[in-house]
């Protein structure tokens, strides 16, 4: 069995998982200590029985369904929140057809009822590889258990500062993944959350408080020969917990760099510089671009960058 079927087939139940075990009939036992008691426990049980207990074992799947389509995008519903989720689940293989660039909304209406999107659930986006890019609202505060994990087309994200939690294996095997900026707001970081993350280069934590990670988070990723960078004042911190210590190279933002950035997704200058937006700096005060020509062949390098104008005011972006 690959590492990737075996995630795959990897049964999480209350933040515990249980190997999946796949009996006659398809049944599916929970623990690994039961096996040779159901296979007795099957040779005795009649075929109508047998029918049963496998339409219970499928009862959870098909509750998954989702709710609502609403403008391309999975919902469920419950009380005045939504979760944004995926469209089928087949023994456990997830899908969804979501491609490009997805803009979830802060609220939805569904049967004359407005809903605050406030999860990315589950599986949302599990195994998208044509998912290029997603916004994600102010409204969410979880991303959810496995939620992009497989989604190798992606290559950055930004979390909204709204978010608090971040599960396991959220954005596992992101292949694809080079830079990651998690805001201030979130407070815990689960396993396997950003593992196998091959491609990942850079991460901007914004927290001032270091986040309760665990020591999983970043597994298989080559945080090694990455870099972490973090407010100024918690440096030492984070260079003191585990795994942001694994990070090869740790620098620290000051709170003027952090406040005001504006994200640009788009690494080209050229429609920025047009519009006579002035000249842009590296945050240690060289010069990166003039006018409409760049030191760069009309692109920045990745990280945060600063444009000053004429009359002398200043705006940060991060270009990702």
């Given amino acids: 069995m690959t590492d990737d079927s075996f995630y795959r087939n990897t049964l999480y139940y209350h933040g515990e998982h249980h190997s999946v075990i796949f009996l006659p009939f398809s049944l599916l036992i929970l623990d690994n200590s039961l096996t040779l008691q159901a296979e007795n426990l099957l040779k005795r049980i009649n075929m109508k029985q047998k029918l049963l207990l496998f339409l219970a074992a499928m009862l959870p799947l098909l509750a998954s369904a989702y709710d609502a389509k609403i403008d391309g995008i999975y919902y469920n519903f419950s009380g005045d929140e939504a979760t944004v989720t995926y469209k089928q689940n087949t023994n456990y293989n997830y ?3 979501y491609s490009g660039t997805v803009i979830i909304p802060e609220s939805v209406t569904y049967n004359n009822k407005t809903y605050g999107v406030t999860s990315i659930g589950d599986h949302a986006f599990t195994s998208c590889n044509q998912l290029t890019s997603v916004v994600i609202p102010n409204s969410v505060t979880s991303i959810s258990f496995g939620a992009f994990a497989w989604c190798s087309g ?19 095997d992101c292949s694809g993944l080079t830079l990651i900026t998690i805001p201030n707001s979130v407070t815990s970081i689960s396993m396997y959350a950003f593992s196998g993350c091959s491609g990942l280069t850079e991460v901007y934590c914004l927290a001032e408080n270091v986040p309760e990670t665990s ?19 918690s440096i030492d911190a984070y260079k003191a917990t585990g795994p942001w210590s694994g990070f090869g190279t740790i620098v620290g933002l000051t709170q003027d760099m952090i406040d005001g950035i504006r994200e640009i997704k788009d690494e080209s200058l050229t429609p920025a510089l047009s519009e006579g937006e002035g000249d842009w700096y590296d945050l240690n005060g060289r010069k990166m671009a ?10 920045l390098p990745r990280g945060i960058n600063i444009i000053r104008y004429a009359d002398g005011t200043s705006k940060k972006v991060l270009i990702k």
């Fill in 215 to 233: 020591s999983k988070a970043f597994d298989g990723t080559p945080i090694a020969s990455a870099t972490l960078h973090v407010p100024a004042a």
């Fill in 154 to 172: 992606l290559t950055s994200i930004t979390l909204p500062n709204s978010v608090t939690s971040i599960d396991s294996y959220a954005f596992y």
């Fill in 290 to 299: 003039n006018g409409q020509s760049s030191m760069f062949n009309g692109k």
């Fill in 95 to 97: 899908t969804s057809d």
